[in-house]
């Protein structure tokens, strides 16, 4: 398996996502992908699953099917624990969820403050601007807990160019990746360009189009990327899945993808894309297929008289 440099740590490029993963299904799904050599796995707090996906990892190191070492674990800060003194605490809990001393990888989940007695937030009161509480504030808490040891690498999702830039200014420590929705909808081709030119590793979320979102973050006019012609004539080409061709894609261009699934023959069948070879061709049949569209384009956050907008959110 391909490996990405973080900050001299070594990270597998394809991992296995787990939002939206059931509690009921994410430990099965967990265990099944390390037992098919998945060694790198993305969580975050808010998904409400990092008990069980911990009860999983716990099992299979006990079990002696892999060492801690060898495991690549993510999670991410939400949204209500922005703020210096909070980014320690909020980290202490998802270690203490996933039955972990430390992760390898944490990140800014959004760069969206919360107030922090609203895990959910839908209006205005629920919010607090970045001006009221900087980004730069919460980085020095995400730098504090790398002095600590409770995380190898520190990093950022859903963060445009102008914001890296501005923590850049801000920060002692880097951040080592940004995560971000990219696909062959929405390539994020500058994005790509300013981070792998600073050496910061992009991660690719909802790199399927994640259809079994709730259909209240579905617009009605979606197109469905894994029904895409042009992606099915390359596959049954390249004699693989949709799902592998996208996968392989990603990996081409030096990026970390992280699909999620709760099925094992789909877990086995994604984890094999890292070997799918794909043609300079292929990959310029791929890149005509950008429609600059987002699946997840944020408007959840833009509520009457709230602090974001679609605007300042993407700075586009
Ligand atoms: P399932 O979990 O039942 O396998 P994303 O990673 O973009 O969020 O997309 C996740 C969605 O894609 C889930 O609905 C998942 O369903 C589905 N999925 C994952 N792998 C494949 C695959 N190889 N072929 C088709 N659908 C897939």
Sequence with gaps: MQTLNLNGHSMPILGLGTWKS???????????????????????????????????????????????????????????MHGENNVVPALEKTLSDLQL???????????????????GANKAAHFLSLEEQPIANTWKGMEKAV?????????????????IKDLMINSSIKPALNQVE???????????????????????YSPLGSSDRPDGLKAKDEPVLLEDKSIIEL????NASVAQTIIAWDIHRGISVIPKSVNPGRLKQNFEAAELKLSEADMATMKQLNKNRRYVDGQ????????????NLWDE
């Design 22 to 80: 059931a509690p009921g299904e994410v430990y099965t799904a967990v265990k099944e992908a390390i037992k098919i050599g998945y060694r790198h796995i993305d969580c975050a707090a808010i998904y409400g699953n990092e008990k069980e996906v911990g009860k999983a990892i716990k099992e299979c190191i006990d079990e002696g099917a892999v060492t801690r070492d060898e495991l690549w674990i993510t999670s991410k800060l939400w949204n209500n």
């Design 101 to 119: 001393d430390f992760l390898d990888l944490y990140l800014i989940h959004w760069p969206v403050a919360q107030k922090k007695l609203f895990v």
């Design 147 to 163: 002095e600590l040891g409770l995380t190898k690498c520190i990093g950022v999702s859903n963060f445009s160019v102008k914001k």
């Design 182 to 204: 990219l696909h062959p909808y929405f390539q994020q081709d500058q994005l790509v360009e300013y981070c792998h030119s600073n050496n910061i590793q992009v991660m690719a």
């Design 235 to 238: 596959a049954n080409k390249v």
């Design 300 to 311: 959840f956050w833009v509520v009457p008289d709230g602090p974001y907008t679609i605007e």
